[in-house]
């Protein structure tokens, strides 16, 4: 047996009783998959049917890859007689019942996280500064969906200390049922902006959407809010409709409960005085932009409502790493010199994406270098399309970049509301710009590559890291070797 497997998150019998299934052989499985290709030793493999592929046509690949089980609703051809499949009436719904099972046989404090923008760098924060006071699980990536939310939930111990899942939507009635099956001791709403606004009419409707979250929290949870939010009554309200009694606010305003009292900003993150509950608090947060510092509030205030210790992740935050796509920073050396890449390339909105140019404003390039913009459309906003994109030529003024390269049709009305001076290139998508990108480095720049990830910018940050060896630059940058 595989010795990861010795002490497996699902034995046999545990998952026949959470699924209502059957199995004839005797297995236990050390994790849980829905993607054949990700299999490894000891998972046990949920055979999903989605909109493009049917899991149950890669059972024998998850077998091949030395799944522990199989989990279908009927027998896939080309199994062996003797294959472990744990058979159940529905793959998906079999799913679900494995993350209720796992979320009720756990006393970990678990914490259900959601927002329009910052919600996976929040959740991810969270799981930096908590698995350093226990056990500790959280959702990989932004498994945040109908499938992410239970498979992230299945993979949970028994034994957890803190869980922390991410929930998204993108229509009115997704958070409900996953909130109910995270069922969390603390809900966070990071903020709420005007995205995914194509599904919404108004503002007030996306902040519905997102306090639905209220909905799953357990008997004397706690609700964490951002107090600076215009919004923020309208989740007030929403949260004494569903009977909770401990609202946590964050922000700048002098009647948040965990509060920024003073910051300072640098190139390299932020020095932060503030308040929690009245008691003082002075931390470094090791990533630098007035979002993170606003994130840093909210992770602290899940901390506390989830009864952690507030002065250990504060002091840990100093060492939290940058995020793949969310703000990771490389050092790429060429001839002549060196030049920084930002990846900012995993989704883009208005808020996040004046975040990413203030951030960008703040570096300092070397010699002869320049600040340069590389960014996709932002989708999803609708009617306020056009306008949201003309509207980032001001905050890229305002922040001094250099350079500007467009990908994407929406972006186009960018591109015509641009400075002559400032016009890099446009093209119709990532892929049609990515020479000309590349082509205008030169040493001593800092590029940042932002887009929605329907806009495939990723591929840019790519072909920019392959320009030469990556080496080190400092304490927010890492080589690529490890970290890209």
């Not at 109908?146 to 899942?165: E, Q």
């Not at 050092?331 to 994406?353: C, T």
């Not at 186009?412 to 890099?424: D, N, V």
Request: aromatic letters at 4%.
């Amino acid at each position: 047996m595989n010795p990861a497997m010795e002490t497996g998150l699902w034995s046999a019998a545990a998952a026949m009783a959470a699924t209502n299934g059957h199995t004839d052989a005797e297995w236990r499985a050390a994790g849980v998959s829905i993607d054949s290709r990700k299999v490894t030793p000891g998972d046990l493999f949920v055979a999903i049917r989605g909109p493009r592929f049917d899991g149950h046509d890669f059972a024998a690949d998850a077998l091949a890859a030395d799944a522990a089980a199989v989990v279908v609703d009927h027998r896939p051809d080309g199994l062996d007689d003797d294959a472990p499949l744990l058979m159940v009436n529905e793959t998906t719904t079999a799913l679900e019942d494995l993350g209720r099972a796992a979320r009720k046989r756990t006393d970990a404090k678990i914490i259900a996280v959601t927002g329009s923008v910052g919600k996976t760098g929040t959740k991810e924060a969270l799981r930096f500064v908590l698995e350093q006071q226990g056990p500790c699980v959280a959702s990989q990536g932004s498994f945040n969906n109908h499938w992410g939310v239970p498979l992230s939930l299945s993979r949970m111990p028994a034994d957890t200390a803190f869980g922390i899942f991410e929930i998204g939507m993108s229509h009115a009635g997704e958070i409900t049922p996953l909130t109910k099956m995270v069922s969390p001791h603390v809900a966070v709403i990071t903020n709420v902006e005007a995205v995914h606004s194509a599904h919404f009419d108004t503002i007030e409707a996306i902040a519905d959407a997102k306090a639905e979250i209220f909905q799953g929290l357990a008997p004397d949870g706690a609700a964490v809010i951002n107090r600076d939010s215009m919004l923020y009554d309208h989740l007030l309200a929403a949260a004494d409709a569903a009977n909770i009694k401990n609202v946590i606010g964050f922000g700048g305003h002098p009647e948040a409960r965990v509060r920024l009292t003073q910051v300072g900003f640098d190139p390299e993150g932020s020095t932060i005085d503030g308040l929690v509950d009245g008691e003082k608090i002075k931390y470094r947060l090791g990533l630098p932009g007035r979002h993170w510092a606003m994130n840093s509030l909210a992770v602290l205030a899940a901390v506390h409502a989830a009864g952690g210790d507030v002065s250990l992740a504060a002091a840990a935050l100093a060492d939290m790493p940058g995020l793949k796509g969310r703000g990771l920073r490389h050092r790429v050396a060429m001839k002549g010199g060196s030049f920084i890449v930002i990846d900012e390339s995993y989704n883009a909105s208005p808020v996040s994406m004046r975040a990413a140019l203030e951030i960008l404003g703040r570096m300092q390039p070397e010699g002869d270098g320049r600040r340069i913009a590389v960014l996709g459309d932002m989708l999803e906003l609708g009617e306020l399309s056009q306008a949201a994109h003309v509207d980032l030529a001001e905050t890229l003024a305002a922040e001094k970049i250099d350079l500007v390269f467009t990908a994407g049709p929406s972006m186009a009305a960018l591109w015509e509301a641009l400075a002559e001076p400032m016009r890099g290139a446009a093209a119709d998508s990532a892929v049609g710009v990515l020479a000309s990108v590349t082509d205008a480095i030169r040493p001593g720049d800092v590029v940042v590559v932002k887009g929605s990830a329907g806009s495939k910018t990723g591929p840019i940050v790519e072909a920019l890291l392959d320009l030469g060896a990556p080496c080190d630059a400092g304490p927010t940058t890492h080589r690529r070797a490890v970290n890209g």
